[in-house]
């Protein structure tokens, strides 16, 4: 027929991509049941990996960014029990978590624990990794706000998580910053200096989250994080059901049914959200500034109790290269600015 696309005689030989699903990694959000009705929509979807916890991982519960609907317990046996065919992952910042909190995710059935730093702090993740694999889990290690460093040492940065341990290395764009050649070249780097699957996971401030998925597998990695609806901090994350279709366009394979991973995206809208991610001004700002997209919530609240431009502040706080764990300079940035806001 007429514009149908050559048929695949080789289905073997396609290149496969694991996708990686923390749409459940933000307990602010969710309660039990709905925790368990996208669990089991999403092991129906034949999703590789579902993640789960708070939005800032293992122990991060706590008045300063947040507190989570349901303990780290309940979030962990609750999806563990709706996953029979994927794998469960946990995501912790030392700082945040402990080593207590590891061996209590893997006690309630986490397969995958990823190790979080900020781009240039690799080194605070050697014993956590090492425990992650003392634990028999799968310890994966990856860098927060990776815009603030450039390829070299991203490259460096992730070759010695691997030396620690890790088993999959990569980035996150948590502000939402990059362009598809920023990815191109710090995927590359990476995928050069490393002999492990490299990670990617974007966010959509700039509405380019599936463009730097695409352009970080063109690049060489075949880990990439995306959620249900784009569900996530700020503009949201790469949108899940929207990648798998792109990429079986494109002949990857995920393994993720269509059809099902529409049905999972249909859940999460009608259990999870309030509303549907979207790229606002405010998102917008807090990509072109680099600021870690967590932060819309806090600086929305600040700025209208002292009274100046969100976005004003999100530039400011940029220029600071303020990152997450430092919520409490979101105020004294706001007080700064009001002299200038008069």
């Known amino acids: 027929m007429k514009g149908t696309p050559p048929v695949n005689t080789h289905p073997h030989e396609r290149p496969r991509i694991l996708l990686h699903d923390p749409t459940l990694r933000d307990g602010h959000h969710a309660v039990g049941h709905h925790l368990d009705a996208y669990a089991t929509a999403a092991n129906a979807a034949a999703v590789p990996v579902v993640e789960v916890g708070h939005g800032n991982g293992l122990g991060a519960s706590s008045l300063q960014i947040g507190r989570s609907k349901l303990d780290d317990a309940t979030m962990l046996t609750t999806v563990r029990e709706a996953l029979t065919s994927s794998r469960m992952g946990v995501f912790m910042a030392p700082g945040w978590g402990t080593s207590d909190d590891l061996q209590a995710a893997v006690h309630h059935g986490a397969d995958i624990v990823r190790i979080a730093a900020h781009c240039t702090e690799a080194d605070v993740t050697e014993r956590h990794l090492g425990v992650v694999r003392d634990l028999g889990a799968e310890a994966q290690g990856v860098l927060l706000m990776s815009h603030m460093t450039g390829p070299g040492d ?7 998580m691997v030396k620690f341990g890790a088993q999959a290395v990569g980035i996150m764009d948590s502000a ?10 710090r995927v590359h780097a990476i995928a050069d200096a490393v002999g492990v699957p490299v990670i990617f996971h974007g966010h959509n401030n700039l509405g380019l989250a599936v463009a730097n998925s695409l352009a970080a597998v063109d690049a060489g990695a075949t880990v990439i994080d995306a959620t249900a609806r784009g569900f996530g901090a700020g503009a949201g994350n790469t949108q899940l059901e929207v990648l798998v279709a792109v990429l079986e366009r494109r002949g990857a394979e995920t393994g993720i049914g269509l059809r099902e991973v529409l049905a999972a995206a249909d859940v999460a809208a009608d259990r999870l959200m309030e509303a549907p991610p979207s790229i606002d001004s405010i998102a917008v700002a807090s990509g072109l500034a680099g600021v870690f997209s967590g932060f819309r919530r806090p600086v929305l609240q600040t ?3 002292e009274g100046v431009d969100p976005i004003d502040l999100f530039l400011a706080l940029g220029e600071r290269q303020v990152v997450a764990g430092q919520e409490d300079l979101i105020g004294v940035v706001a007080r700064q600015l009001k002299p200038a806001a008069r």
Do not use: F
């Open 154 to 160: 991203l490259a460096e940065q992730c070759a010695l």
């Open 176 to 185: 939402g910053y990059y362009l598809p050649s920023d990815v191109t070249e």
């Open 303 to 305: 700025a209208q109790a």
